[in-house]
């Protein structure tokens, strides 16, 4: 069994890669939500503005 | 066929899938996870973003996971010899017991820093105690040391909810500890029930299971007693303030069910169990996945319908 191009090892390779990209990419995508509401939400401060507070 | 091709067809041939990965994390567990901590966060009395939500969940998730893959990882040896077991990623030799550790040890510290970041501190402070609880507590030390393995471990599996609750508070409560008692109080007679007709499995593999250190009468009493404990606890809970009328209704019939199942088991000897072949005990085995799963689904019914006015007491 010569490991050519159409080896199914190949296709379980590209299956595995393509799920780890869609896994991180979805990561992302998913941080960049919880910053946007966790930034727009009510209780939010830039620690700029808690330092004045607090001084 | 070449010596080369020989030897890439040898080395190559287990090289694992992205499924195999997946399948380390142990996906049914794991939606077991999902559903109880979603419904503990839920039937908190305080509203969260849905993106907040989603994360906690989630993250609470890939935590529950993680332990999986650690599990995997400690018990290689015996999940080899269990009939069971021995189609895991490590037996099977797709994935090895140091990559599974590595992945297990990185996914619990991500699931754990990205709820806290998520959520809060005590959040992903109880998810890393749990990972703590299931992999060195119960994996490690109690699962091959004492036949109460089962009822401590189950501590760790029942956690979920309360960290549900604790991602959406902020604080604790009786509430969620309610539904910590449930699944903690399920699992025994849930895992005694699958050990009387896996048997050969838990004795090949050395696992001190109440059926091979207290014998398989011992066992059917034991589900008896604590079936009756849950089912008073089960009850109980539908007089608190995450019960109400409908999951009242459904613990009524499930318990009743779950109670004939047990007493079942109990009148029953050796014999008459092989002659069927377990129908019993198999039943009352599946019957108790749906149990939880009714119990948390009328909880989350129960906290759904408050917003109209509606739902509990």
């Known amino acids: 069994m010569a490991l050519n191009k159409e080896h199914e090892l190949h296709s379980r390779r590209k299956g595995r890669n393509i799920g780890l990209g869609l896994v991180l990419g979805g990561f992302v995508v998913l941080v960049l939500a919880l910053t946007m509401v966790k930034v727009t939400s009510n209780g939010f401060n830039f620690p700029s503005e808690l330092s004045q507070g607090t001084n | 066929?070449?010596?080369?091709?020989?030897?890439?067809?040898?080395?190559?041939?287990?090289?694992?899938?992205?499924?195999?990965?997946?399948?380390?994390?142990?996906?049914?567990?794991?939606?077991?996870?999902?559903?109880?901590?979603?419904?503990?966060?839920?039937?908190?009395?305080?509203?969260?973003?849905?993106?907040?939500?989603?994360?906690?969940?989630?993250?609470?998730?890939?935590?529950?996971?993680?332990?999986?893959?650690?599990?995997?990882?400690?018990?290689?040896?015996?999940?080899?010899?269990?009939?069971?077991?021995?189609?895991?990623?490590?037996?099977?030799?797709?994935?090895?017991?140091?990559e599974a550790m590595t992945f297990g040890i990185a996914l619990s510290g991500l699931s754990v820093i990205m709820?806290?970041?998520?959520?809060?501190?005590?959040?992903?402070?109880?998810?890393?105690?749990?990972?703590?609880?299931?992999?060195?507590?119960?994996?490690?030390?109690?699962?091959?040391s004492t036949p109460q393995n089962i009822v401590i471990g189950g501590a760790a599996g029942a956690f979920p909810p309360v960290i549900g609750w604790i991602a959406a508070t902020g604080s604790m409560s009786l509430e969620p500890w309610l539904m910590f008692a449930l699944t903690f109080m399920w699992t025994p007679p849930h895992f005694w029930a699958l050990a009387l007709f896996m048997r050969n499995d838990y004795d090949d593999a050395g696992v001190p299971m109440l059926t091979v250190t207290h014998g398989r009468r011992a066992t059917r009493v034991h589900i008896l007693a604590y079936t009756v404990l849950l089912a008073i606890l089960a009850i109980g809970t539908g007089f608190t303030s995450i019960g109400g009328p409908v999951y009242m209704a459904v613990a009524v019939v499930l318990n009743?069910?779950?109670?004939?199942?047990?007493?079942?088991?109990?009148?029953?000897?050796?014999?008459?169990?092989?002659?069927?072949?377990?129908?019993?005990?198999?039943?009352?085995?599946?019957?108790?996945?749906?149990?939880?799963?009714?119990?948390?689904?009328?909880?989350?019914?129960?906290?759904?319908?408050?917003?109209?006015?509606?739902?509990?007491?």
């Open chain 2, 256 to 313: 009743a069910l779950f109670l004939i199942g047990a007493v079942r088991i109990w009148r029953r000897d050796e014999d008459a169990s092989e002659v069927d072949n377990f129908k019993v005990e198999r039943s009352f085995f599946k019957l108790s996945l749906l149990y939880l799963f009714l119990h948390f689904g009328a909880i989350l019914v129960e906290s759904l319908l408050k917003p109209f006015g509606l739902g509990g007491w």
């Open chain 2, 115 to 144: 709820l806290a970041l998520a959520t809060n501190i005590f959040a992903g402070a109880f998810l890393a105690f749990t990972i703590f609880f299931y992999v060195v507590i119960y994996t490690m030390w109690l699962k091959r």
């Open chain 2, 1 to 98: 066929m070449t010596d080369a091709s020989l030897h890439a067809s040898t080395v190559y041939e287990d090289e694992a899938s992205f499924g195999d990965y997946f399948a380390l994390l142990k996906p049914r567990v794991m939606s077991l996870v999902v559903f109880t901590a979603l419904v503990g966060l839920l039937a908190a009395p305080v509203s969260v973003h849905p993106v907040v939500g989603f994360c906690a969940i989630l993250f609470i998730a890939i935590g529950g996971g993680a332990s999986g893959a650690l599990n995997m990882w400690w018990d290689a040896d015996i999940d080899r010899i269990m009939k069971r077991t021995k189609k895991r990623p490590i037996p099977a030799g797709k994935i090895t017991a140091p």
